[in-house]
């Protein structure tokens, strides 16, 4: 960047003086070379215009306004995730979408909308299975609680370690042959998770 495009950005009443104005002018260049390419401009707006700010205004004002804004962005981005989770979920499950369709559709790549479908079916693997678990004769009640408590966790890997847990210190042998081979499916899954 040559210096009369950054007098061109900053306008007439930037309130710099030549030294100020002389480091903005190596950090516009750095910028420029940090983000080079032409789908960066936003964030070669963003760096030049942070770098401009730092010169005028308290740095603890600026930093703090900047981490608002990332937690901000932070927050959406999880609101969105979810929102976009659940409709993988539901609307994979109802046939209106294939997993690339939604994907496509979504923005978002095959192998995470495959992990959004599959976290739905563990977990209703690994709950049905706590729940046999719990009904099971043989345990006691403080373990039922604790069971009880694991199922409808909304982390797979958390309810797979509960469910490992719970077969390492109880016996199968009280339930009937289909919950055993339920179980067992939710072992299975659940020592290829944790």
């Keep these: ?3 009369y495009e950054l007098e061109a950005w900053l306008g007439d009443d930037h309130g710099l003086d030549e030294q100020q104005l002389g480091d903005l002018l190596d950090e516009a260049n750095e910028i420029q070379e940090r983000y080079p390419d032409p789908d960066d401009q936003a964030e070669r707006d963003a760096a030049l215009a942070t770098a401009y700010r730092l010169k005028t205004e308290p740095a603890e004002q600026v ?3 900047y981490g608002q804004k990332l937690t901000a962005a932070r927050a959406a981005v999880a609101v969105a995730s ?3 989770q659940q409709a993988a979920q539901t609307a994979i499950a109802k046939g209106d979408f ?30 049905r299975a706590l729940f046999e678990l719990v009904r099971s004769h043989g345990m006691s009640a403080e ?27 109880h016996s199968v042998r009280y339930l009937s042959e289909e919950a055993k081979e339920l179980v067992a499916r939710a072992e299975k899954r659940a020592r290829q998770l944790v």
């Design 1 to 3: 960047m040559q210096r």
């Design 63 to 65: 930093v703090a306004e």
């Design 82 to 84: 979810a929102g976009l």
């Design 98 to 127: 294939t997993e690339a369709g939604f994907a496509r559709a979504g923005g978002v790549d095959r192998m995470t909308v495959r992990k959004w479908t599959q976290d739905q079916k563990d977990r209703a693997l690994f709950d």
């Design 143 to 169: 373990d039922q609680d604790k069971l009880s408590e694991a199922i409808n966790i909304r982390n797979t890997s958390s309810q797979a370690t509960t469910l490992l847990a719970a077969l390492a210190t």
